[in-house]
């Protein structure tokens, strides 16, 4: 049973448009959120993190939302830009020793000039 | 500074062959992991390591696989025999170690890309 969820395996999105790529997790003992970014051929990258106490945390063109009573946590990037387009996962672990990160399946974003 | 480094990037085996993959942490992270990456799926962890103790390897098919980090520093993974259901990508990562204090961020390598034949 998949406790982090991406549902959408693919987004599309024009230059300078906003992506909007969505994660639900089943897990209420997750409490630390991360979102990494794969290109072809190299391993993931992190790109913002957000911990249960925040509802949002901004790093530059990148803005995490977590919505804890729905268990949903969406990453915005504005504007969108070609460079952005690679794969996107979603991770979560627990507050505690000895856990390790669950991922989802990924989401795949191309952005269009 | 340098990231994570891991080697072979590639690596193609005959089943029934061993292989093996080595990964060095970035200087400092005391907690390193083995991912597996299958194709269309996030990364699964296989083995974490605090310093040179094994603290998580309850996904680690122990009948074939094995791990090591004999110093704290880097380590090797490798599978004895390989099974075609092996080829996948494994990923390495390493962080600064948990603290329950701070949000830890783990940084992974560029992963050993396997395939059995």
């Known amino acids: 049973d998949q406790q982090v969820k991406q549902n959408s395996p693919s987004l599309s999105v024009q230059e300078g448009r906003i992506s909007i790529l969505n994660c639900d997790y089943t897990n209420s003992m997750f409490d630390y959120f991360l979102w990494y970014k794969k290109y072809p051929a190299e391993g993931p990258t992190f790109l913002i993190s957000?911990?249960?106490?925040?509802d949002k945390n901004e790093d530059g063109r990148f803005t995490v939302f977590l919505n804890k009573s729905a268990k949903h946590l969406s990453l915005h990037i504005v504007p969108s830009q070609p460079g952005d387009s690679a794969v996107y996962f979603c991770?979560?672990?627990?507050?505690?020793?000895?856990?390790?990160?669950?991922f989802g399946k990924g989401t795949t974003l191309s952005v269009s000039s | 500074e340098a990231g994570v480094v891991q080697s072979p990037r590639y690596k193609i085996i005959e089943k029934k062959q061993p292989v093996a993959f080595w990964c060095n942490p970035i200087s400092g992270h005391n907690t390193l992991y083995w991912y597996l990456q299958n194709l269309g799926q996030g990364p699964e962890l296989l083995i974490r390591?605090?310093?040179?103790?094994?603290?998580?390897d309850s996904q680690l098919p122990k009948d074939r696989f094995s791990a090591e980090r004999l110093k704290g520093v880097d380590s090797t993974l490798k599978i004895q025999p390989a099974e075609l259901g092996d080829s996948a990508v494994y990923l390495c990562a390493s962080s600064l170690g948990f603290d329950r204090g701070k949000e830890e961020t783990q940084y992974f390598g560029p992963g050993t890309r396997l395939l059995v034949l």
């Open positions: 390591y605090e310093n040179e103790e094994a603290v998580d």
């Open positions: 957000i911990s249960s106490i925040k």
């Open positions: 991770a979560a672990r627990k507050n505690q020793a000895g856990t390790a990160l669950i």
